[in-house]
């Protein structure tokens, strides 16, 4: 099982970025997946996760009206549409498949001017 992120960067407030993770290794359409943060000094939190099928999905209040989560089951792919960015969400944001306690590597976003 191997799940890759990938898409961070350096981006002003303001801005958008669309995180992406690759997913490897299990039957990805029939499972749900997340994506968390974890900011220095801060504990690691959930940002958004999303049903297998896409139909549903769940977001942190600090995130709700600016990222999307969403997924392509024929890519085995699941996004983060970032938008209207702010300082407090730079942290190292993390894919997460949860039936398999499987997390990707990370990849850092962050956001200043």
């Known amino acids: 099982v191997q799940l890759v992120e990938s898409g961070g960067g350096l981006v002003q407030p303001g801005g958008s970025l669309r995180l992406s993770c690759a997913a490897s290794?299990?039957?990805?359409?029939?499972?749900?997946m997340g994506w968390y943060r974890q900011a220095p000094g801060k504990e690691r939190e959930l940002v958004a996760d999303?049903?297998?099928?896409?139909?549903?999905?769940n977001y942190a209040d600090s995130v709700k009206g600016r990222f999307t989560i969403s997924r392509d089951n024929a890519r085995n792919a699941v996004y983060l549409q970032m938008t209207n960015l702010k300082p407090e969400d730079t942290a190292v944001y993390y894919c997460r498949f949860y039936a398999g306690n499987v997390w990707g590597q990370g990849t850092q976003v962050t956001v200043s001017s």
């Open positions: 999303i049903s297998s099928s896409g139909s549903s999905t």
């Open positions: 290794g299990f039957t990805f359409s029939r499972y749900v």
